[in-house]
């Protein structure tokens, strides 16, 4: 079943259940990932990803604008598209990529932090934000 067959279920089921709320998030998710689809971006967890962020970063701006009531609402939107993407990786997990990455590609400054970011983000294959990935390649450069 893909990510977007089983967003779709989940749908029918809150429609059926009467969450308004939560049938709102459902059905932009579902928009977008039927856009990528037709599209040709295959990437359902990127999709995914994207639209959490978009959720984040409008619920920041609304915080910042003094209206808490709707960042609380793009903040429940981020919580349910998070219930879709595969679990994110621990610090210790992600330092153990970054490092394997470091040592893989010979970086020895900051100066080398693209080639570690290139070696290391397909092995975190979306398990982990690539801010997350970068402060942590830049912790291991400057060490």
Do not use: H, N, W
Not at 31 to 59: H, M, N
Not at 84 to 102: H, K, M, W
């Amino acid at each position: 079943m893909t990510l977007a067959d089983r967003v779709k279920q989940d749908l029918t089921s809150a429609m059926k259940a009467g969450e308004k709320d939560r049938v709102g998030a459902l059905r932009l998710v579902l928009a977008e990932l039927q856009r990528a689809a037709k599209d040709g971006g295959d990437d359902e967890v990127a999709v995914l990803r994207r639209e959490r962020k978009r959720r984040q970063e409008s619920a920041t701006a609304f915080r910042d604008g003094g209206r808490p009531e709707l960042a609380d609402a793009e903040d429940a939107e981020a919580r349910i598209i998070s219930d879709y993407l595969p679990a994110e990786l621990s610090d210790d997990e992600l330092r153990a990529i970054v490092a394997a990455a470091v040592q893989e590609t010979g970086a020895a400054s900051p100066k080398d932090m693209g080639q570690v970011m290139k070696a290391a983000m397909p092995r975190v294959a979306g398990r982990a934000d690539g801010k997350r990935v970068s402060a942590l390649a830049q912790e291991a450069l400057r060490s």
